[in-house]
């Protein structure tokens, strides 16, 4: 295994994927496959080390001076994520996580029942609860997944707010808006321009703000209620525009990227069902950028599971080959 080093681009002998160029420590290196390139660099990566390689829109890559190996227009497109609305709730106890001196000295209480037993609130995992939804009763399966924290999250976290409180994630898991990703320059060192065109269609934020109200109401639930508090940003909105306009302004990713080098039986699909590049040979992109769409749930043992499949893809090929070659031989 080599860490610390960018991959740059595929190499190619003629039509076939010969191995990799890298960059490492301030060197650039020629990797040899022995047999298949499989390139698992992620939703955004994979689609960008490919366009780097000269396979996508043959226009975009000309324009940054990339040779075209092969015109693939979907690649970098379909993008697609779960947009998220998270209900953050201030509460006066100190018994979530969170920051105050009761709470440092709880905390402090936890860290010390932790070392002795492994117990305590220190086991928490924050994210202690979820469900999925459906925002319409109508609705075959659920189209909403929540997650409840212990804690306050705000962007992400980035945002810290002083005292307690828990919130309550709201995500839309069957989105209809789409993203892109493309380029800024022909070296893959340069992060790509990403833009997920999050609620670009007006349906996904039709689904939050029913899921918004559905969430309201575990909210009120007497469990939840008893802790008193206040909503951080949608406090006292109760109009469906008000929480539309709150919803639209924080809503954000909860980081399932997927399905920029979609898989299909189709010409214009990046991979096949095999998940071999169309246009090239000896290329195969095994992680959540072959996803045709996105799944209702969380993406990681998805991913594995494409990295078992591309294993068994990979086993099936090379035993194939075995097996001719045992019959030249023979
Ligand atoms: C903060 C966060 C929290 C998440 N929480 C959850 C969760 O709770 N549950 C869940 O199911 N999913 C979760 N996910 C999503 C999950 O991690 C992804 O769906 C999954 O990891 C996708 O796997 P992948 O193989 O497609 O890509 P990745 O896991 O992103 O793997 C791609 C790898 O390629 C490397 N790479 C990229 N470009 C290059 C290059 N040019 N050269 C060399 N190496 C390169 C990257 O460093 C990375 O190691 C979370 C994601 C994030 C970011």
Same mark, same amino acid.
């Given at each position: 295994m080599i860490a610390n080093a960018t991959v740059l681009r595929v190499t190619f002998d003629g039509a076939r994927?010969?191995?990799? *160029?890298?960059?490492?420590?301030?060197?650039?290196?020629?990797l040899q496959a022995r047999a298949e390139v499989i390139l698992a660099a992620g939703a955004f990566n994979s689609p960008q080390?490919?366009?780097?390689?000269?396979?996508?829109?043959?226009? *975009?890559?000309?324009a940054?001076?990339?040779?075209?190996?092969?015109?693939?227009?979907?690649v970098g497109r379909n993008l697609i994520d779960h947009i998220d609305f998270t209900f953050n709730k201030r509460v006066?106890?100190?018994?979530?996580?969170?920051?105050?001196?009761?709470g440092a000295v709880r905390m402090t209480a936890g860290f010390v029942r932790y070392l002795r037993g492994r117990r305590g609130m220190l086991t928490t995992n924050v994210a202690e609860a979820g469900g999925f939804l459906k925002s319409r009763p109508e609705l075959d399966r659920p189209d909403l997944q929540l997650h409840f924290c212990t804690a306050l999250v705000d962007d992400h976290s980035r945002r810290l707010h002083w005292g307690h409180g828990y919130s309550l994630h709201v995500c839309v898991l069957r989105p209809a808006?789409?993203?892109?990703?493309?380029?800024?320059?022909?070296?893959?060192?340069v992060a790509p321009v990403i833009d997920p065109r999050f609620l670009s269609d007006t349906r996904d934020l039709d689904a939050l703000a029913q899921g918004a109200r559905l969430?309201?109401?575990?909210?009120?639930?007497?469990?939840?209620?008893?802790?008193?508090?206040?909503?951080?940003?949608?406090?006292?909105?109760?109009?469906d525009a008000q929480l539309r306009e709150t919803i639209a302004r924080h809503a954000d990713t909860i980081y399932h990227p997927a399905a920029t080098c979609r898989m299909g039986g189709d010409a214009r699909s990046v991979v096949d069902p095999q998940l071999r590049?169309?246009?090239?040979?000896?290329?195969?992109?095994?992680?959540?950028s072959v996803m045709p769409t996105l799944i209702g749930g969380n993406t990681n043992a998805p991913s594995v599971m494409i990295g078992e499949r591309a294993a068994d893809f990979i086993a099936q090929t090379r035993s194939a080959r075995d097996t001719v070659l045992q019959r030249?031989?023979?």
């Open positions: 994927a010969s191995g990799v *160029e890298l960059a490492r420590g301030g060197a650039i290196e020629t080390v490919l366009m780097c390689s000269g396979i996508g829109p043959a226009d *975009e890559l000309r940054l001076g990339i040779a075209v190996r092969h015109d693939a227009p979907e006066h106890s100190s018994e979530t996580v969170g920051y105050s001196l009761r808006s789409r993203g892109t990703l493309t380029l800024a320059s022909a070296d893959a060192r969430a309201r109401r575990i909210l009120d639930a007497p469990a939840l209620a008893q802790l008193g508090g206040r909503e951080l940003y949608t406090h006292g909105e109760q109009s590049v169309r246009g090239v040979t000896g290329l195969r992109i095994a992680d959540a030249v031989d023979a």
